[in-house]
């Protein structure tokens, strides 16, 4: 396998999400993307705190043939203030068992596989 790494200016907690790593993403295509964000919920679908963040998900999601993403069960439910994408967009969402009933059972009445470990 191979491994890239994306460039860019670095923020001091370690993330390079400006206009250069942004440009990288693009010139990229992925059989599957993995993501993380700070919230998913049925309503706004996956969302982040930073715009420049949630722009680069929103390329990877779209740069992507399956989007996978993961997610801690604290985050089900929540959202952040830039949204990524809408919930039809991911592929297959992964949480823990203890996530919010109700909010996954909307979230898979949305046709998102969703996986509990």
């Given at each position: 396998?191979?491994?890239?790494?994306?460039g860019g200016k670095m923020r001091c907690r370690g993330v390079c999400d400006d206009m250069m790593t942004l440009r990288q993403l693009e010139a990229m295509r992925f059989d599957k993307g993995f993501l993380t964000?700070?919230?998913?919920?049925?309503?706004?679908?996956?969302?982040?705190?930073?715009?420049?963040?949630a722009a680069l998900?929103?390329?990877?999601?779209?740069?992507?043939i399956s989007s996978v993403v993961?997610?801690?069960?604290?985050k089900i439910g929540r959202t952040g203030f830039s949204v990524v994408d809408e919930i039809e967009k991911i592929s297959i969402?992964?949480?823990?068992?203890?996530?919010d009933k109700l909010e996954i059972k909307k979230i898979k009445d949305k046709g998102i596989k969703v996986i509990l470990v």
């Open positions: 396998m191979d491994v890239y790494v994306l964000g700070y919230g998913v919920s049925s309503e706004y679908g996956l969302s982040n705190t930073s715009i420049n963040t998900h929103k390329t990877v999601i779209e740069n992507s993961l997610v801690p069960s604290y969402l992964i949480t823990n068992k203890d996530a």
